[in-house]
């Protein structure tokens, strides 16, 4: 377990005291690591990372990054998704009964790739005033990505896989991840493929949502995509993600926030963070526990008694 900055502690505490009320036959590994309150160093990331090497899952909240330039451009939340090599983050858009929001009945999942793309801490100033963000998109990674999102819907029942790009303008980046897409694609001919320019796809989710089932996209998009499908659905505090790499399972927030106003308030939203305990436990098999908690958090808001 990760707490991480912000509402994070709160949210945790919540987790452990529903799982002590249900009996869930888990024990936390707790550990610590904030840049904002300068308790990470690589000594407790490396503890971190072995205690998740060693248990294969982890239960984590928002590790907040300062906007201040350091001296390091990788933040300790960037650093930890690369060491575990957790490439591809999901996020299941699912509306909650009981949540008054504009657009009922939603149902879709966001895929991201989150080991490159902008987010590959490659930033230099060229000349006095010009600095340089270099955006790295592989063949590799792309079509890693790619066999993820449709693995994910043929597993799941899904029906469509939608390619959320930028390759009108970055021709060879984002069309690279475009042309992986497409050739992935061909393998799965039960799976329905189509492809969307990036500023057309958030219109449209804001528009009509349904039209949507599945998205894969490259880092950048799917940050920006994660929160706006979110706020469809009633925010940040009641929609859960996970990150995988081959070995590892990492459940979190959907939606990457720390909430910093709300610390010490009452008023931070558990739904997300015992959703995603919920789909951890159920990524352990412990199906019953999993669903004990995911029922009894949606009859609550289902009951309005919040």
Known sequence: ?????GVG??????????????????IFDEHHLSEVQNTASEEKLDR???????????LIGKI????????DLASYDM???????????????????????????????????QTEGEYSSLEHESAKGVIECLKIITRAKSQRIAKFAFDYATKKGRAKVTAVHKANIMKLGDGLFLQCCKEVAELYPKIKFDTMI?????????????????LVMPNLYGNIVDNLAAGLVGGAGVVPGESYSAEYAVFELGARHPFAQAVGRNIANPTAMLLSASNMLRHLNLEYHSNLISDAVKKVIKGGKV
């Open 198 to 214: 990036i500023d057309n796809c958030c219109m449209q989710l804001v528009q009509n949502p349904y039209q949507f089932d599945v």
């Open 64 to 71: 907040h990054t300062p906007m201040e330039y350091k001296g």
């Open 9 to 26: 502690p709160e949210l945790m505490h919540a987790v452990k005291e529903v799982f002590k009320a249900a009996n869930v036959p888990v």
């Open 79 to 113: 650093r930890l998704r690369r060491k575990l090599d957790l490439f591809a983050n999901v996020v299941h858009v699912k509306s909650l009964p009981g949540y008054q929001t504009r657009h009922n009945n939603l149902d879709l999942v966001i895929i991201r790739e």
């Open 48 to 58: 971190v990372v072995d205690s998740m090497k060693e248990s294969k899952v982890a």
């Open 1 to 5: 377990m990760l707490p991480g900055d």
